[in-house]
């Protein structure tokens, strides 16, 4: 079956310094990756997607880049800000499903 | 457009008793989606609407939860004899097209079964 590991969290960091959160998946075929961010109080969004094999995603200065070889869609930002503290979720879909499948989670926290 | 709302935000219950949740998706979106999160968890899905029609069922979803969506537009899920195993934060969400399409996710039901 289809399933998402995401690093365990949580993360805390200074603001300016740069983030990665680590996604490994399982998946019969070529699914499409995501990660969505669940700011506090808000309900989960769409942060960035890949489609397909060495796309890169990137939105709000976030980029990840699918990687086929090592089945990964690390997460990464060169410098956080505080406005970036929220759960991060890594999460897929197989190609012509809508159904996603979820990673647990990694909650970031970011200390001026 | 407010986005996808649910109602209530908070349910608290006893055991063996029956809770209705709602969603209203986005106006003239097609598609619904229910997803089961627990603490610590990543959402786990349940279900999904394609208009009216309940096209797939996670084997999450026992016999003691049933989800309707009758026209096409709100749709409820329903849990029956709840049991503690239950709580948990009941999120719906709404897309529009064919293929992938971006969901867009409600702030979510949290249920608490005591």
């Known amino acids: 079956g289809n399933s998402v590991t995401q690093m365990e969290g949580p993360v805390t960091l200074s603001e300016e310094a740069f983030l990665t959160i680590n996604c490994t998946y399982t998946a019969t075929g070529y699914p499409s990756l995501f990660w969505y961010v669940q700011y506090p109080g808000e309900g989960l969004q769409l942060l960035l997607k890949?489609?397909?094999?060495?796309d890169k995603g990137s939105n709000k200065g976030f980029e990840a880049t699918y990687r086929k070889e090592t089945t990964s869609f690390h997460l990464e930002k060169g410098s956080v800000q505080v406005s970036d503290s929220a759960v991060y979720f890594c999460?897929?879909?197989?190609?012509?499903?809508?159904?996603?499948?979820f990673g647990t989670g990694t909650r970031l926290t970011i200390i001026p | 457009d407010t986005g996808v709302s649910q109602d209530p935000r908070h349910k608290i219950t006893k055991r063996g008793q029956n809770v209705t949740f709602r969603c209203d998706p986005i106006?003239?979106?097609?598609?619904l989606y229910w997803y089961r999160q627990t603490l610590g968890q990543g959402p786990e899905f349940l279900t999904y609407f394609q208009n009216e029609a309940q096209l797939e069922k996670s084997r999450l979803l026992s016999d003691r939860f049933s989800a309707e969506r009758p026209k096409g537009s709100f749709s409820t899920l329903e849990i029956q004899r709840t049991e503690q195993g239950d709580s948990a934060m009941y999120l719906c969400?709404?897309?529009f097209g064919q293929g992938w399409t971006e969901a867009f996710f409600g702030q979510g039901t949290r249920l608490t079964v005591v």
């Open positions: 106006s003239e979106h097609n598609r």
């Open positions: 969400a709404s897309s």
């Open positions: 999460a897929l879909t197989p190609f012509g499903n809508e159904k996603l499948t």
């Open positions: 890949a489609t397909k094999a060495d």
